[in-house]
């Protein structure tokens, strides 16, 4: 009677992860791999998802934080929040557009966007109280663009009316921390409606037990038909 094993890929590529795990079936030295895929990409994200949420209810969260920065599978609403406090607007830029589509992309719904033009409009901003002008305000949100929309050519006057030469009693009264402030509160909004992050902001429901983040098989299995003895003679 033949035998099925499960193998799973070494210790030196990722045994934690278990992306290389493959379905052996077969009896000793002549096992053979089947020719199918190992492993669906939306089973390895449910099963780090899965981890995910076991290293959290087991409280083990320096171990949650390096799994959930290696796979990137959760969206972490309070590691953006602190970029905005602190004023890393590239960075926080930078991490929501990992969890979005192509920014050229049509794919990229209209949630997405706002939140995207939200983040991108502080830096400037920010250069704006600083006196500095924007290498892109020109390019981006110039007169008689075809492509401006109503709330591009408002943000391009505000810019200009703070840049203007008299406006140094103006960029002196705003209080940026205030203003990093306000936009941290508002990240949790943004971000629950964005429809590319509702999946990715919370986890599975918890008190995970070790066996449910196991590997799941891809039900790629040899079964073998049961014959009937041979007449004997």
């Known amino acids: 009677m033949s035998s099925s094993v499960v193998v799973f890929g070494n210790d030196d590529e990722d045994a934690s992860v278990g992306e290389n795990s493959v379905v052996v079936s077969g009896k000793g030295n002549d096992a053979v791999k089947p020719s199918c895929t190992v492993q669906y990409s939306c089973v390895k994200r449910l099963r780090e998802r899965r981890l995910l949420s076991f290293l959290v209810d087991q409280g083990f969260h320096g171990a949650f934080r390096e799994l959930n920065r290696e796979t990137g599978v959760l969206f972490n609403v309070e590691h953006i929040r602190r970029l905005v406090r602190r004023g890393q607007w590239d960075e ?100 629950h409606r964005t429809p590319e992050l509702k999946r990715r902001t919370v986890l599975p429901s918890r008190c995970m037990m070790p066996h449910d983040v196991l590997p799941i098989g891809t039900g790629c299995r040899r079964l073998e038909a049961e014959h009937p003895p041979m007449p004997t003679h």
């Open 92 to 191: 926080a830029l930078m991490y929501l557009n990992t969890f979005l589509p192509p920014f050229i992309s049509e794919r990229r719904s209209f949630r997405a966007r706002i939140f995207n033009n939200f983040l991108l409009m502080h830096p400037r901003f920010a250069n704006v109280v600083t006196g500095n002008k924007d290498m892109h305000l020109d390019k981006q949100y110039a007169y008689g663009r075809s492509s401006s929309t109503r709330a591009e050519r408002r943000f391009r006057s505000m810019n200009y009316s703070i840049l203007a030469p008299d406006s140094g009693h103006l960029r002196a009264a705003i209080d940026w921390d205030k203003v990093r402030s306000h936009a941290a509160c508002l990240i949790p909004e943004l971000a």
